[in-house]
């Protein structure tokens, strides 16, 4: 019981340096990538709806170690117009156009960094990445302490 503080710095110093490393070696230019595209989803009014979930799946993929997905309605307890049946639509179009194919790269890019040892917990990444990709409208990105507060574990 007297080292619980040691594991705790241990999995928190983990978590930074994954992230360090993800930052550097592709990480920042994901995230660049998905905020690029939520500003264009803004620009053009009709997709405005889905810029939200860009820029929550840009900020995921900034520095996902540590992080995870989780519906907005687990958090207030209640349904929004996300996590209702406009969220619902919202994510199919998402899913036709454009979150299978975010998921399919996704999924590639983890196979291929879970070939090496070293390479597995980015690859863990990237399957968490193309879990989010597939229907993020309605979700929450959050610490995955705070997810096993909420769930209460």
Sequence with gaps: MKYNHLIVSYSDSMK???NIIWI?????????SWWITAIIMIVFIVTIPWA????ELGTFSLMPFGKTVIDRSEIS???DIGTGTLGTIGNVIW???AGIWLAIANLIVGALF???IIGIPFGIQCFKL??????PIGK???DIDVKKAIQGK
């Design 95 to 97: 899913l036709l156009l």
């Design 24 to 32: 550097l070696f592709g990480g920042l230019w994901l995230a660049l």
């Design 16 to 18: 930074l340096l994954g």
């Design 52 to 55: 939200k979930a860009a820029f």
């Design 77 to 79: 307890g209640k349904k």
């Design 130 to 135: 193309a879990k989010a990709s597939l229907m």
């Design 140 to 142: 929450q990105i959050v």
């Design 114 to 116: 879970s070939i090496t």
